[in-house]
């Protein structure tokens, strides 16, 4: 029983290395476009907030990117917000809205 508690336990670090490596290459394509909103980045800042609760140091990727999209971003908020469809702003509204949670 011990070995299979030590599988299960190695297998899901394993996932969590995998899907940190992904929201790190999100991370990236977001943080590669400051001030600007390519029309694939509303997507994938969506796919990052769906990580935003998950362990360290995801959430802490996740936290920081949006606290970096925020800063880079806030000033022509009000025109780029545009570029988002309402289903998209409402998912992002509360981690943008409070960038002091990020910092």
């Known amino acids: ?5 030590e599988e299960e ?4 670090l394993q996932g969590e290395r995998l899907r ?4 790190l290459g999100l991370a990236a394509l977001v943080q590669a476009n400051p001030y600007e909103v390519p029309s694939w980045m509303p997507e994938v800042l969506v796919q990052l907030a769906n990580h ?5 140091p ?4 996740v936290r920081k990117t949006f ?3 925020w800063r880079t971003h806030q000033d022509a908020w009000p025109m780029l ?23």
């Open 81 to 103: 917000k545009s570029c988002f469809s309402e289903e998209q702003l409402l998912t992002l509204t509360n981690l943008l809205v409070s960038p002091t949670y990020f910092s």
């Open 67 to 69: 606290g970096e999209f």
């Open 58 to 61: 995801i959430r802490h990727t």
């Open 52 to 56: 935003v609760l998950d362990p360290e």
């Open 1 to 5: 029983e011990k070995e299979e508690g």
């Open 20 to 23: 940190h490596a992904g929201v």
């Open 9 to 12: 336990a190695a297998s899901r």
